[in-house]
């Protein structure tokens, strides 16, 4: 499996970006999706997630409201829709996917959980 993330960027705050993240190798509309994010001297941390069929998502608390995934089978691409963006948003995001066809959020949520990863792309959102 392969994931290719893109859309990041330096943006300002209050800003809007759109991560996309392309799958290969596997049938992607079998495997849940997840996004990291990842600041300088920090651990990678949950952001938001979808299962296999799109029906449902999850988000951290921090950008709830602000972030929407979506995910597009007929492409085999995820993307990430970010608004308002904020300084704190600023890390390098990654895609995941599991082998597992996990649909809870609990471990979703788990970085642990997730088998293939993408490269990351980076976002820089200035104050």
């Known amino acids: 499996v392969q994931l290719q993330a893109s859309g990041g960027g330096l943006v300002q705050a209050g800003d809007s970006l759109r991560l996309s993240c392309a799958a290969s190798?596997?049938?992607?509309?079998?495997?849940?999706m997840g996004w990291f994010r990842q600041a300088p001297g920090k651990e990678r941390d949950f952001v938001s997630a979808?299962?296999?069929?799109?029906?449902?998502?999850f988000y951290t608390e921090a950008v709830k409201g602000r972030f929407t995934i979506s995910r597009d089978n007929a492409k085999n691409t995820v993307y990430l829709q970010m608004n308002s963006l904020k300084p704190e948003d600023t890390a390098v995001y990654y895609c995941?996917?599991?082998?597992?066809?996990?649909?809870?959020?609990?471990?979703?949520?788990?970085?642990?959980?997730?088998?293939?990863w993408g490269q990351g792309t980076l976002v820089t959102v200035s104050s």
């Open positions: 995941a996917t599991p082998r597992a066809p996990y649909s809870r959020r609990w471990d979703l949520m788990e970085p642990g959980n997730y088998d293939y």
């Open positions: 190798g596997r049938t992607f509309s079998g495997t849940p």
């Open positions: 979808i299962t296999r069929s799109g029906a449902t998502t």
